[in-house]
């Protein structure tokens, strides 16, 4: 069965040969204060900078998922409220959160096929932090890299995160545009589930020192403390950090994932509006995503598409929530082979 969900998704096929060798090379017992992996952690922050094009003073921190990042923003940044701006339910998921530790926190929501209007935005002062789900796996929409760019032009004072759970490493971050960036590995990075990565801008880290927030077990400042010497709050994931290194050695540097997912969701797509009874869930190309692709039809099509994919091999990712009668994703993800993307799309045209 090949999956093409949108998390946990496809891993890479070399996966197994670097569980082998994980084994092999003593990382399965090895102590998270021990020089192994302290270098192991430090290859990885630096592989970050190579490969995905992390700016050199941005921090790379491990910890358990994105779903853990929601919180240790909330709790260890934002002073009075955050601002969030979101069209589905993971961005929803994000403002529960933030809600739950500084209730302030409110936000606008907008349409999957809606850009979101910068000249008319206004968010109060007290508002310390903007939120932003650039890549919305449920509803297969993103928020293009030149529209935060007008966020940060016009909102320069205000700390900016990013949820790019199903974007980090497959299309090219414009690091410099937000202060925090965290994903989890089990979408785009082509790895199994366990393990989440937070990026923090120098701007980030010097909130976190300042607000100084303590005693919990994922306080910022706390495992800032930790990372500085290349070591983490707990015993981490360092099987999956070992697994992020070899896949990340793999890859080319991000640019050309980015132009190669481009054009073969530009063939997915077509394929798509060339199709009798399917059609595209996000009309707008401008904030259609690049990494999962949303398609819609009637409930009975959608059902009928589904268990005929099933019987090819092929597992369709389910529509999300409200979205799950009438639609199913396909996740455009590098771990996902171009002749297997040319098996589904042979599949899906006779729809
Ligand atoms: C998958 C996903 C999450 C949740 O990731 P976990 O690793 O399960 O915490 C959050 N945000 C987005 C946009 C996602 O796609």
């Known amino acids: 069965m090949l999956t093409f969900a949108a998390g946990p998704s496809k891993v890479y096929e070399s996966v197994p040969k ?53 919180e240790i923003i909330s709790q260890s940044i934002v002073e009075s409220a955050s601002f969030h701006i979101y069209s589905g339910s993971f961005g929803a998921k994000w403002i529960k959160f933030a809600q739950h530790i500084n209730p302030k926190s409110a936000g606008q929501k907008i349409a999957a096929n809606e850009e979101i209007d910068v000249p008319e935005l206004s968010i109060p002062e007290d508002y310390d932090l903007i939120a932003i789900t650039q890549n919305e796996t449920s509803n297969a929409s993103q928020v293009p890299m030149a529209k935060l760019e007008e966020i940060r032009d016009k909102f320069p004072e205000k700390l900016i995160a990013v949820d790019t759970t199903s974007s980090m490493a497959g299309i090219e971050l414009k690091f410099e545009l937000a202060d925090f960036w965290y994903a989890s590995v089990q979408k785009c990075f082509g790895l199994p589930a366990g393990l989440g990565l937070l990026i923090l801008s120098p701007s980030a880290i010097e909130k976190a020192e300042s607000k100084g927030e303590s005693g919990r077990y994922n306080s ?86 589904k268990s005929a994919a099933l019987d090819q091999g092929f597992q369709l990712g389910s529509g999300y929530g409200p979205l799950k009668p009438t639609s199913f994703r396909i996740a455009n993800f590098p771990a996902i082979t171009d002749q297997e993307m040319d098996g589904l799309m042979d599949f899906l045209v006779a729809y």
């Open 18 to 70: 670097y569980l082998q060798d994980a084994y092999s090379e003593g990382i399965l017992s090895a102590n998270h204060r021990s020089d192994q992996f302290m270098r192991l952690y430090q290859e990885a922050e630096s592989l970050m900078k190579e490969k995905l094009h992390m700016p050199d003073d941005y921090k790379l921190l491990f910890t358990s998922s994105a779903t853990e990042n929601w």
């Open 220 to 305: 910022l400042s706390f495992m800032l403390e930790n990372a500085r010497g290349y070591q983490t709050h707990y015993t981490p994931n360092v099987l999956g950090i070992y697994l992020l290194n070899r896949v990340l050695k793999d890859m080319p540097e991000i640019q050309h994932f980015d132009q190669a997912l481009r054009e073969r969701m530009k063939k997915l797509e077509d394929c798509i509006i060339g199709t009798k009874s399917l059609r595209l869930l996000v009309d707008n190309a401008t904030t259609r995503s690049t990494t999962v692709l949303g398609v819609a039809g009637l409930e009975e099509t959608i059902k009928k598409v």
